[in-house]
């Protein structure tokens, strides 16, 4: 167990805030498909009040959305974010839907095959394919916007959290169409194209001109959502290590703060080390400035760090010691319902906590 020295007494000091954010990510239908009202419970009654499940992706949704493809789950189990928002409301639970923007992963072959010919997915600097929207093309802005908003107008959901707001990395994207874009952003023709904006002299105006068609979905989701829906959240899964993740995915978190287009703020902390995990938390903690709050994401079961419940609760308490106005836990699912979602109820975790942005 990694415990940092200097923080141990403060950590195991720490009591339980009773004026905290307690959630936790999973799939589209919880970890006991067809029955939300066992999970919603479940996770009452540990302590939890927050579920961010993940009801739409960039081409397929698990609700009945007449803007993206409706799921195969979908078709078997019902209308999920429905079936959430009813067991949620019933045990007390907030319910921030979560969307995978830009990302097709799970999207219907038809669907991506549209978008390819369409000229609508992502090209990178070597001019292969990536099946990923691209954030610059204006339709797919429309698609990734009236997506989120549909779930607002429709749904009694306390919250919209985004995630994948982002390129996948720094070689991506190039296609033709983010070509004519910028130049006509910028106002001058790219003489070497991509080699030019990808190590060339203009790769930091590209990099920033790549920031802002992230930044600005953010922002049109911030406002036209919280029209339709007054009092609705606004929040983002974003990578902890700031600046590095502006440079290479063009996420500018901390700006959508600056800007007010965010409500609480998740970093993807997602790690076995908790030096590393401290050092993110406290720079998130300097960044978000006390402003909105902020929720550490803890990779319980991620692709970066499986954790044990007992390291799952250290980093609980070692953000709390740091200033962090509570956690989201990856992810809810069958074996950390069993396993960790019962360790936070016995050692961190109290029915009487309240989220910071419903004192």
């Known amino acids: 167990m990694q415990v940092l020295p200097l923080l ?3 950590v195991l000091a720490t009591g339980t805030p009773q004026n905290e954010g307690r959630g936790v990510w999973c799939e589209g239908t919880g970890p006991y498909r067809g029955d939300w009202d066992r999970s919603a419970k479940l996770l009452a009654d540990n302590g939890l009040n927050m579920v961010m499940p993940l009801m739409l992706w960039g081409g397929v949704a698990h609700y009945a959305s007449d803007v993206l493809p409706r799921s195969a789950i979908f078709h078997k189990y019902g209308d999920q974010l429905e079936q959430c928002c009813a067991a949620a409301r ?11 923007n830009y990302n097709l992963n799970t999207a219907p072959w038809k669907f991506i095959e549209s978008m390819r010919r369409e000229g609508r997915t992502q090209v990178s600097v070597k001019g292969k394919p990536f099946d990923w929207l691209c954030p610059s093309h204006p339709e797919n802005r429309k698609l990734e916007l009236e997506g989120m908003l549909e779930v607002a107008r429709k749904y009694p959901i306390d919250g919209l959290h985004l995630d994948y707001i982002r390129y996948p990395g720094r070689r991506l994207c190039y296609c033709e169409g983010c070509r004519r874009r910028f130049e006509a952003d910028s106002g001058q023709k790219v003489s070497n194209w991509p080699e030019e904006c990808c190590s060339g002299a203009r790769k930091n105006e590209y990099n920033d001109w790549r920031c802002r068609q992230i930044t600005s979905l953010v922002g049109e989701v911030s406002r036209e959502a919280r029209k339709i829906r007054p009092g609705l959240k606004i929040s983002a899964a974003v990578f902890g290590a700031y600046p590095d993740c502006r440079k290479s995915r063009a996420q500018d978190w901390p700006k959508w703060i600056d800007a007010g287009y965010l409500d609480f703020v998740c970093p993807m902390n997602y790690t076995e080390n908790d030096k590393d995990f401290a050092r993110w938390v406290r720079n998130q903690v300097k960044i978000t400035g006390g402003r ?14 499986t954790l044990t419940t007992d390291r799952v609760l250290d980093q609980i308490r070692l953000a709390r010691s740091l200033g962090a106005s509570g956690f989201v836990i990856f992810n809810f699912n069958a074996a950390t319902a069993k396993s960790i979602v019962l360790g936070v109820g016995r050692g961190v975790g ?10």
């Open 90 to 100: 019933k045990h007390g639970l907030e319910v921030h839907v979560w969307k995978v």
């Open 350 to 359: 109290s029915r009487q906590a309240i989220p910071p942005h419903h004192r």
């Open 8 to 10: 141990l007494w403060a």
């Open 292 to 305: 909105i709050p902020l929720y550490p994401g803890i990779g319980a079961a991620s692709s970066q760090s």
